[in-house]
C-alpha cells in the first residue's frame, strides 16, 4: 500500500503541519513555515510551533476538549440564504427525478449530451465559481446541499460534476491569480469547458509526492515544457483544462544544490500535445469518464503555475483537504435512498405473518443504517460551515468525515440489499448500481487506510509539540507557572480519576449521561497519545496497526461530539424531529464510546500486542510465499 517506504521509514514526521494549517488555504504561509520547523524533539518527531488550534480534533490529540468549533452546532446560513438554497435546488431535484435516468447511464457507460447541456444550464458546473465570474457563488453549506441530491440521484454524474469542481479547478478558486482566474473561471463555471485533476501516475498513487511527470523550464523562462502521463483522471477525456502536477528543478539558495520539486500547472488541451486515452472499464460510477492523460512537450506558459513554484504538493494537498466534505454530503444523500428503499420494502414485505419491520433482526439494521447517516449528514455540514465561518484547519475533520461518511455508505447500501434480500440482489432494486458505485469512494482522494494514518500522525505531531513546549517551560518554572499549573492540576485530575472536561454546559439535559463518555473518551486519548510518544518516540510513525486504532478511535470522539451537539440544536430548536434525533445519538454514543475505549485500551494490552506482532508475522509469510501457505487438510501437500 504505501510504496516509497515513507509510511514505514519515519518520513510521516512531515504529516505535521497540523499547528501549520493556520493561514489555511495561503500557500505562502507553507513557504514561511517551512524555515521555522528545524527542531527535533527528543522523540526525533520534529518540533511544531506552539500555536493554540481552535481545531477540536487536532485538540483532542492532546487529551484538550476546545469547544469552538463543536459546540453549539455551526449554523451559518441566514434565513435568505436558505430561502435561495431551496429555490435553487428545486430545479434541480425535478431534472434528477423526471429528467436523468441513473441506470441507463450506468448502463451505457455514457451521460446524454441532452442532459450535460442541461446540468450547465442548471448551473450545476459553477455552483461555487463567484457570481462575478459567472458562477452561482454558492458557500460551502449550500454545495454540501447540491451534493446530497447528486448522491441520492447518480454518483456517476456526480463524480462528472466533483471532479469539475471540488478539484479540477478548485486550485484556481483557492490559489489562482486575479488574471488566472479572470481567463478561467468564466468557461469552467458556464462555458461547458469541463475540468480535470491530474495527480495520480502509474507509479504514484497514495504517495503523490513519488510523481515523475516533469516540467523543464524554458531558456528564456517564459514556458515549462511539460512531459508524461496520468492514470484514472475522472474527466481525462472531456477536459480542456486541467490542474497539473509535475516535478520541477529547483536551487537552494543556501546550498545550490539542484532539487525536485512539484509545482502545480493549470494546463489547457489547447497548447498541443495532450492527449488520452479510451475511458477505463469500471467497477461503478460508469457514467463518468475515466481516462489515462499523457503529456508530450506541452508547452505552458509561466503565467499558468497554480500557487507558487515547488509548492505544488501542498496545492494538491489543500484542494483534496478543501473538497473532502463534499463526499460526505454526497454519500449522506446516497444513505437517504437507500434507507428509502429498505424501509419502503421493510413496510410491505410479509413473511412469517408479519410485516418484516415487525423483527427485531430487521430493526436492528434499520435503525443502525439510520444512526450512520445521521452521524455522516451532521459531520459534513459541521465542517461545511466551519469552513463557511473560516476556519482553515479541518484537514483532519475532512479526512474523518470521509473515512465515515465511505464506509458508513458501504454498509448502508449492503444492509439495504440485505433486507430486500433476493430483489435487492436485481437489478430492478437500483441498489446493486448504488453498491457497485460506493466502492470507490474508500478508494479515491486518499484511500481510506492513508488518511487514517494521516488523521493519527498528523494529530500526534501537534500533540508531540505539546509536549515540547511543556518540557522548554519547565527549565524557566517561574515565568511559564500559568501554563505548568494548568498542566500539573489536569494531571493530578486525570491520575485520580477525575476527569475535567465537562459537557454540561453544551449538551441537552437528556444526553449529558451519554456526554459523559464522550468526554471520558476524550481524556483516554489524551493520555493514550501521551503514553505512546513516551513509549515510541519517534518510532510511532512504524507502528500502523496502532495507529489505525488510534484513528478509530478518533473517528468515534469526532461522531459522538458533533452529533450531541446538532441534537441538542435540534431539541433547542424544538424541531419536530428531536426526540428522534436524540435516540439516533444515544444509540451512536453507547456504541460509538464503548468501541473507543475499546481501541484505545488495546494500544497497550499485551494480548493485543501479541496479535499486532503474530498478524504482521502472518502476512510476512504469505507475502515471501506468494500467497496461502498452509498444508492442505487432505492432501498434507
Ligand atoms: S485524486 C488523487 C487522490 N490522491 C491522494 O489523495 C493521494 C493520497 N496521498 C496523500 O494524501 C499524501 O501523499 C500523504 C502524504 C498524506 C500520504 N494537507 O512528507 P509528507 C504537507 C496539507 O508527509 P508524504 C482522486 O482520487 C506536510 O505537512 N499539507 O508527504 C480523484 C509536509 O509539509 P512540509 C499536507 O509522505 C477522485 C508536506 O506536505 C497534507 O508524501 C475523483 C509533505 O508531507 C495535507 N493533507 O504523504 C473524485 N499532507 O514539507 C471526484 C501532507 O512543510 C470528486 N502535507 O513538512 C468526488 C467529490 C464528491 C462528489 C461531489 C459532488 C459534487
Given at each position: 500500500m504505501l510504496s516509497r517506504s515513507n509510511l514505514a521509514t519515519a518520513r510521516l514526521p512531515r504529516l505535521t503541519k497540523s499547528s501549520s494549517f493556520p493561514k489555511g488555504d495561503d500557500i505562502r504561509y507553507f513557504t514561511a513555515q517551512r524555515n521555522t520547523n528545524a527542531m527535533e524533539l527528543?522523540?526525533?518527531?520534529?518540533?511544531?510551533?506552539?500555536?493554540?488550534?481552535?481545531?477540536?480534533?487536532l485538540n483532542l490529540f492532546r487529551g484538550k476538549f476546545v469547544s469552538e468549533e463543536v459546540f453549539p452546532y455551526p449554523d451559518v446560513l441566514a434565513d435568505e440564504q436558505k430561502e435561495l438554497i431551496t429555490s435553487l435546488v428545486t430545479p434541480f431535484e425535478k431534472f434528477f427525478s423526471e429528467v436523468n435516468n441513473a441506470a441507463r447511464n450506468d448502463?451505457?457507460?455514457?451521460?446524454?449530451?441532452?442532459?450535460?447541456?442541461?446540468?450547465?444550464?442548471?448551473?450545476?458546473?459553477?455552483?461555487?465559481?463567484?457570481?462575478?465570474?459567472?458562477?452561482?457563488?454558492?458557500?460551502?453549506?449550500?454545495?454540501?446541499?447540491?451534493?446530497?441530491?447528486?448522491?441520492?440521484?447518480?454518483?456517476?454524474?456526480?463524480?462528472?460534476?466533483?471532479?469539475?469542481?471540488?478539484?479540477?479547478?478548485?486550485?484556481?478558486?483557492?490559489?489562482?491569480?486575479?488574471?488566472?482566474?479572470?481567463?478561467?473561471?468564466?468557461?469552467?463555471?458556464?462555458?461547458?469547458?469541463?475540468?480535470?485533476?491530474?495527480?495520480?501516475?502509474?507509479?504514484?498513487?497514495?504517495d503523490a509526492a513519488s510523481i515523475k511527470t516533469r516540467a523543464v523550464k524554458s531558456d528564456d523562462g517564459n514556458y515549462f515544457i511539460l512531459n508524461g502521463s496520468k492514470i484514472w483522471i475522472s474527466n481525462g477525456g472531456i477536459a480542456e483544462v486541467m490542474t497539473v502536477?509535475?516535478?520541477?528543478?529547483?536551487?537552494?539558495?543556501?546550498?545550490?544544490?539542484?532539487?525536485?520539486?512539484?509545482?502545480?500547472?493549470?494546463?489547457?488541451?489547447?497548447?498541443?500535445?495532450?492527449?488520452?486515452?479510451?475511458?477505463?472499464?469500471?467497477?461503478?460510477?460508469?457514467?463518468?469518464?475515466?481516462?489515462?492523460?499523457?503529456?508530450?512537450?506541452?508547452?505552458?506558459?509561466?503565467?499558468?503555475?497554480?500557487?507558487?513554484?515547488?509548492?505544488?504538493?501542498?496545492?494538491?494537498?489543500?484542494?483534496?483537504?478543501?473538497?473532502?466534505?463534499?463526499?460526505?454530503?454526497?454519500?449522506?444523500?446516497?444513505?437517504?435512498?437507500?434507507?428509502?428503499?429498505?424501509?419502503?420494502?421493510?413496510?410491505?414485505?410479509?413473511?412469517?405473518?408479519?410485516?418484516?419491520?415487525?423483527?427485531g433482526a430487521i430493526q436492528e439494521k434499520i435503525s443502525q443504517m439510520n444512526i450512520l447517516q445521521y452521524?455522516?449528514?451532521?459531520?459534513?455540514?459541521?465542517?461545511?460551515?466551519?469552513?463557511?465561518?473560516?476556519?482553515?484547519?479541518?484537514?483532519?475533520?475532512?479526512?474523518?468525515?470521509k473515512i465515515f461518511a465511505s464506509e458508513s455508505a458501504w454498509y448502508v447500501c449492503d444492509e439495504a440489499i440485505q433486507i430486500l434480500g433476493g430483489m435487492g440482489y436485481m437489478k430492478g432494486a437500483g441498489l446493486e448500481r448504488i453498491l457497485r458505485d460506493l466502492r470507490i469512494f474508500r478508494i479515491f482522494e486518499g484511500t481510506n487506510d492513508i488518511l487514517?494514518?494521516?488523521?493519527?500522525?498528523?494529530?500526534?505531531?501537534?500533540?508531540?509539540?505539546?509536549?515540547?513546549?511543556?518540557?522548554?517551560?519547565?527549565?524557566?518554572?517561574?515565568?511559564?507557572?500559568?501554563?505548568?499549573?494548568?498542566?500539573?492540576?489536569?494531571?493530578?485530575s486525570r491520575s485520580i480519576g477525575l476527569g475535567q472536561i465537562d459537557f454540561t454546559p453544551y449538551v441537552a439535559v437528556e444526553l449529558q449521561r451519554y456526554s459523559?463518555?464522550?468526554?471520558?473518551?476524550?481524556?483516554?486519548?489524551?493520555?493514550t497519545v501521551e503514553g505512546l510518544l513516551l513509549k515510541y518516540g519517534k518510532s510511532i510513525v512504524n507502528e500502523q496497526f496502532i495507529l489505525n486504532r488510534l484513528a478509530n478511535a478518533a473517528i468515534d470522539v469526532y461522531a459522538m461530539t458533533v452529533t450531541l451537539s446538532r441534537s441538542t440544536r435540534a431539541l433547542n430548536l424544538r424541531l419536530p424531529t428531536a426526540q428522534h434525533e436524540i435516540n439516533l445519538t444515544k444509540a451512536l454514543c453507547i456504541q460509538a464510546s464503548k468501541r473507543c475505549t475499546y481501541n484505545l485500551s488495546r494500544l497497550s494490552n499485551p494480548s493485543d500486542l501479541e496479535l499486532f506482532n503474530t498478524m504482521s508475522a502472518i502476512s510476512k509469510v504469505v507475502n515471501d510465499k506468494g500467497g496461502v501457505h498452509t498444508s492442505h487438510v487432505i492432501t498434507n501437500t
Open positions: 527528543k522523540s526525533g518527531i520534529k518540533a511544531l510551533p506552539s500555536k493554540k488550534s481552535a481545531s477540536f480534533m448502463e451505457t457507460s455514457l451521460i446524454d449530451k441532452e442532459i450535460m447541456d442541461q446540468l450547465w444550464d442548471l448551473g450545476a458546473f459553477g455552483i461555487q465559481v463567484p457570481e462575478e465570474y459567472g458562477g452561482l457563488g454558492l458557500s460551502n453549506t449550500q454545495y454540501g446541499i447540491f451534493c446530497e441530491i447528486l448522491g441520492g440521484s447518480d454518483l456517476g454524474i456526480g463524480i462528472t460534476l466533483g471532479a469539475h469542481q471540488s478539484i479540477g479547478f478548485k486550485g484556481i478558486l483557492l490559489f489562482g491569480t486575479q488574471k488566472q482566474k479572470q481567463k478561467y473561471l468564466p468557461m469552467l463555471a458556464t462555458g461547458k469547458v469541463y475540468a480535470a485533476f491530474a495527480l495520480t501516475e502509474p507509479s504514484s498513487g497514495s502536477f509535475a516535478q520541477t528543478e529547483h536551487i537552494d539558495s543556501k546550498t545550490g544544490e539542484k532539487k525536485d520539486k512539484v509545482t502545480a500547472f493549470i494546463v489547457e488541451r489547447s497548447f498541443g500535445g495532450v492527449t488520452s486515452g479510451p475511458p477505463e472499464k469500471k467497477m461503478g460510477i460508469k457514467a463518468s469518464n475515466t481516462t489515462e492523460v499523457y503529456f508530450e512537450n506541452v508547452s505552458i506558459p509561466v503565467e499558468n503555475v497554480l500557487g507558487e513554484e515547488g509548492e505544488g504538493f501542498k496545492v494538491a494537498m489543500m484542494i483534496l483537504n478543501n473538497g473532502r466534505f463534499g463526499m460526505g454530503a454526497t454519500l449522506s444523500g446516497t444513505m437517504k435512498v437507500c434507507i428509502q428503499k429498505a424501509v419502503d420494502h421493510s413496510n410491505s414485505r410479509v413473511q412469517f405473518g408479519k410485516k418484516i419491520r415487525e423483527y452521524a455522516t449528514e451532521t459531520m459534513a455540514y459541521a465542517i461545511s460551515q466551519n469552513m463557511d465561518k473560516g476556519s482553515k484547519e479541518y484537514h483532519l475533520e475532512a479526512a474523518i468525515s487514517r494514518l494521516f488523521v493519527a500522525l498528523t494529530g500526534i505531531q501537534y500533540a508531540a509539540s505539546n509536549l515540547k513546549e511543556l518540557r522548554s517551560a519547565l527549565k524557566n518554572p517561574i515565568t511559564n507557572i500559568k501554563l505548568l499549573s494548568g498542566e500539573i492540576s489536569s494531571r493530578i459523559k463518555g464522550t468526554a471520558a473518551c476524550i481524556e483516554m486519548f489524551g493520555k
